[in-house]
């Protein structure tokens, strides 16, 4: 079984920024590569967010919230992804979480942002 695992958040003032990472513990190179990968976020009472993607070719799409300020990119040598974050404010506190699609119903624990002074 695939597990996700998120790492790299943290408290950060207002406008700081921050780089999240997301292993895919147990997957195999062909498989990481095969498919679409997802970082998403949460807050409490509210539904997990989808922020950013990236296409097995490398193609990026983003939420209007985090566009021009998040970058997801991928290591395939490491079999990873990772989350560039700028220019944070406090509404992007919040629980972050990363998703491979070959495997949509494994999720990891998330890792926690909080944006505040």
């Known amino acids: 079984q695939v597990q996700p695992v998120e790492s790299g958040g943290g408290l950060v003032q207002p406008g700081g920024s921050l780089s999240l990472s997301c292993e895919f513990r147990?997957?195999?190179?062909?498989?990481?590569?095969?498919?679409?990968m997802e970082w998403y976020r949460q807050v409490p009472e509210k539904q997990r967010e989808l922020i950013a993607s990236?296409?097995?070719?490398?193609?990026?799409n983003y939420a209007d919230s985090v566009k021009g300020r998040f970058t997801v990119y991928k290591d395939n040598a490491r079999k990873k992804i990772h989350l560039q974050m700028n220019s944070l404010q406090p509404d992007d506190t919040a629980v972050y979480y990363c998703r491979h699609l070959f495997y949509p119903q494994s999720w990891g624990r998330g890792t926690l942002v909080a944006v505040s002074s």
């Open positions: 147990g997957i195999i190179t062909s498989v990481f590569n095969s498919n679409d």
């Open positions: 990236i296409t097995r070719a490398g193609t990026t």
